[in-house]
């Protein structure tokens, strides 16, 4: 157990909807990373936060965003959603974000049809 | 553009044999990890390396960090079917943000 926690596990949604995914880092992490694994792409990174504030953006969409709030949990929003939406989405933490090991959750199976 | 470019993608071998997989970029990182995925699951830390030329060993596992700190190598001695899973490195080149190679997904067949 990574002590990273994820939900839901999976999430089935129709194209156009809008789902928020969640994940409570470790206890005492400040950092917390979202990443999307598909089957062709591998893990891409979209984004940071460390501390409530954005650090580092990768390959977000427009129609995705996200928040770190004060309790340090955090929320994926992914809104207008497309059958290439469809992913496994990773959240990780660590304890100050540079260059740290990082811990990952069990993930949230996302499904588009 | 920072890239990690795995290889193997796919390798397929038996119980006892060794194999090297291999991680490379342009890019120079300041540390680079691994990672074991099993499925369902997410990735977990193997190593981490921060010194070029260094080499770590995990039982029989031996992680190496290029003299440039631009590739590595993990190797694993006498294969288990244990072993099996999908092999990720991680970059980072001093930043916040932490990139991933797509990966070499190992089979060892008992």
């Known amino acids: 157990d990574s002590g990273v926690t994820q939900t839901p596990k999976h999430l089935i949604t129709a194209t156009g909807q809008r789902v928020t995914l969640r994940c409570s880092p470790r206890s005492g992490d400040l950092s917390v990373y979202w990443y999307q694994q598909s089957l062709d792409q591998g893990l891409q990174f979209l984004i940071q936060y460390y501390n409530g504030e954005e650090r580092a953006k990768g390959n977000i969409l427009e129609r995705f965003s996200a928040q770190q709030f004060p309790d340090l949990h955090s929320e994926l929003n992914l809104s207008s959603l497309e059958l290439g939406d469809s992913a496994l989405y990773f959240c990780?933490?660590?304890?100050?974000?540079?260059?740290?090991?990082?811990?990952f959750g069990s993930g949230t199976q996302l499904s588009v049809l | 553009t920072q890239l990690l470019e795995q290889s193997p993608q796919f390798l397929s071998i038996q119980e006892g044999e060794n194999l090297t997989v291999y991680c490379n970029s342009s890019?120079?990182?300041?540390?680079l990890q691994w990672y074991r995925q099993e499925p369902g699951e997410g990735p977990v830390l193997l190593v981490t390396?921060?010194?070029?030329?260094e080499v770590k060993k995990l039982k029989r596992l031996t992680f190496q960090f290029g003299d440039a700190r631009k590739d590595s190598s993990l190797h694993i001695t006498a294969a288990q079917t244990g072993d099996t899973g999908l092999y990720l490195c991680?970059?980072?080149?001093?930043?916040?943000?932490?990139?991933f190679g797509a990966g070499t997904r190992l089979f060892v067949k008992a």
């Open positions: 990780a933490s660590s304890a100050s974000g540079v260059g740290e090991k990082l811990f």
């Open positions: 890019s120079v990182f300041s540390s």
């Open positions: 991680a970059g980072n080149t001093g930043g916040f943000k932490t990139i």
């Open positions: 390396v921060v010194t070029g030329g």
